[in-house]
């Protein structure tokens, strides 16, 4: 080994930190581990705090304005609350049946967290609320409160009201009592989870670094990282809604940027100790390179985590809560706790074994064999990827419903039957206000209005303070409740079928809102609320991603000094995320491999899920990313061969991206057994995107893209030289060979340091 040294000159940030922690490494361990026992102590109650979400429009919308409306001049919300009452004689007419009815429906009524309720039998016997064979009805009621509150009264409300009696069978449904099953599931798939998740990360672990004492480093820097995000959330709790499903995110992201951080920082620590015996300065060293790779890999995670701040929706916010927590404390863990537990083990960390003589190996062969014909090999994965991501042209948004959950949940079987029963989608009503100018519409415009609006192909009918219209007559001269007309304004139900809404809800929205008429109106009800949140969430979303490829473009700017390295990460990662995208729809979509994962294909995707998704998938394959880069340069700055600094750089990190790849998909692939379907795609689709990212992308795509490169990897105008040479911050870095009198370069602290990094020879 090397004998002791220290860096000339001022050593960088990073180096001072990774040597006071060795110094102190004992009180470093005291002080996290009790930021560790009171994140464990506070954190543990952050599930029981965190909420429910829905999916509504933002509050400047038109559904937005209407549900507040309604409920403010006419004490009317949307029906949430479904009863599917079945006769057990086949007729829901039958008197028995009636009476049975009406006293469900009063009973109902009688709660006081429900607001209003309706039925077939109290609303003239509407036909859109009886099956088409007569033989089952509807009772629709309203829970008032956000989606905790209404979700908590269900827990009792919905088994109270599920019942068989003589006369009838009564079972629950509606939108709340779906996802509140959503909820109970996707907690079942948490604890799941875990139990898989942990004992299987850890054997892996032990296995590839063949010292249990090592293997045990990444697992307490994912659980020093998740217990943190824990507590993290249940503070912001106390400010604004967080969403229960982020504890999802926060237990396979934090595990798994636990282990990458953790191979990265031990591989680089074992490196350092064959160079030098003394076990301070290789954790100083290893905190000053590997460190500044966990630093700027960080950052670019949560660069693309943060931009689901800009969604003015909980749901999304809630995973950035959770993200943006889980990578913080994982750099913290892996700048301050790892180095503290580095340097307390020592020698048990260090392998049993010399490593194999550099310019061997699987990564570095495979790269000199891609750089030998870099068309060819880059060639044949660039049309594969193409390939597998080509199903993405074809993808078809639609609403979220029953179908994400397992086949034998109540609720879906209740829904289901309603699809298959009945023609129209009373629950689903559209909600029109009209009116506005000082007295509510003539009952001769209000009745043409109607009219018009069931005459509409997607309108099984329209219900006004005028009567019952369907296909442009009025078939009841009175309406079927008494609240439809108001002072200065009155309001329309317009139920669409079931047809319409799942073929084409922004049509059927849409066209509603498109009809004509002589006074003011605004459409709303659960289909417009679903309409606009879609519209907002697209909206944003060139924003969103402009910002994160260009933050992302900045930060591998600064690293690397390099114009053409940023932009060949942003293009090789699109890439990436395409195979993903393709896969959500050739599965999800389309349904295939529906009968091996155990879901139901919709024919359509959420919006939400796909976005969530790429900024989680995005970060992940910009830290592989930031992973190699690091090294390459480090050794292209130390050599100037590109076609060596490839080879070597693959050589040295390559085995360590791939182990960390398949133990963080694994991870995620956990959730491949969820109930939920949502969890599923996002198992599954990140699952395959790191594992995909990981071998075709960076084993074949990046070295032929370098190779075609060559020196131009390393190019940037003068201007941007200039600003990198005085902004940038690069990586320590040893001397060429490791020798007794290496010199470490700072990176450079503050602007105009620029310690150690100089300019590149291919500047």
Known sequence: MAANTRPPGRPSLLWRLGDLVARRRGRTLVLTGVLFVLSVVYGSGALSVLSLSRFEAPPDSQAAQVRTVLWEEFGVGAPNFTLLVTAKGGDVDAPEVVEAGRRLTEELAAVPEVSEVHSYWTSGSSPTMRSEDGSQALVLAHLPGDADTTREVLTTLSPEFTRDTAEITVQAGGREEVFRQVGQESSRDFIRAEMLIFPGVLLMLVLLLRRFVAALLPMALGLFAMVGTLAVLRVLALFTDVSSFALNLALVLGLGLGVDYGLIMISRFREERRRTADLRTAVAATVATAG?????????????????????????????????????????????????????????????????????????????????????????????????????????????????????????????????????????????????????????????????????????????????????????????????????????????????????LEGTVEAVRSVEAPFETAVGGYPAELTDYRESVLNRLPLVMGLIFAITFVILFLMSGSLLMPLKATVVNLLSLSVMFGALVWIFQEGNLSGLLGFTATGSLDTTIPILMFCVAYGLSMDYEVFIMSRVKEEYDRTGDNEAAVATGLERVGPLVTAAAVILALTFAAYASSGVVFLKMLGVGTALVIVVDATLVRAILVPAFMRVAGRANWWAPAPLRWVHDRFGISEAASAPGGSPGEEWAGAAVGAGQGAGSGRSPGH
């Open 292 to 504: 500044h790779t966990v630093v700027f890999s960080g950052i670019t995670v949560l660069v693309s985590l943060s931009a689901l701040l800009l969604f003015p929706f909980a749901f999304l916010r809630s995973f950035a809560y959770g993200g943006l927590a889980v990578v913080f404390f994982g750099i913290v863990g892996a700048l301050v706790l790892l180095p503290a537990l580095l340097a307390y083990a020592g020698p048990r960390v260090e392998r049993k074994r010399q490593p194999a003589a550099e310019g061997s190996g699987f990564w570095h062969a495979t790269a000199v064999r891609v750089m030998r014909r870099p068309f060819l090999f880059g060639g044949a994965v660039l049309a594969v990827l193409l390939l597998l991501g080509s199903p993405f042209l074809g993808i078809r948004f639609g609403p979220p419903d029953d179908r994400i959950l397992p086949e034998g949940t109540s609720s879906r079987q209740t829904q289901q039957q309603l699809r298959d029963n009945f023609a129209s989608e009373e629950a689903d009503v559209l909600q029109v206000v009209a009116g506005g100018e000082g007295a509510p519409p003539s009952p001769q415009q209000l009745r043409e209005y109607s009219a018009a609006l069931s005459e509409l192909p997607q309108v099984a009918q329209v219900e006004s303070a005028e009567g019952r219209f369907v296909d442009g007559v009025r078939v009841r001269d009175t309406p079927s409740r008494n609240d439809y007309r108001g002072a200065e304004l009155t309001w329309l139900a317009v139920t669409p079928l079931y047809d319409a809404l799942s073929e084409d």
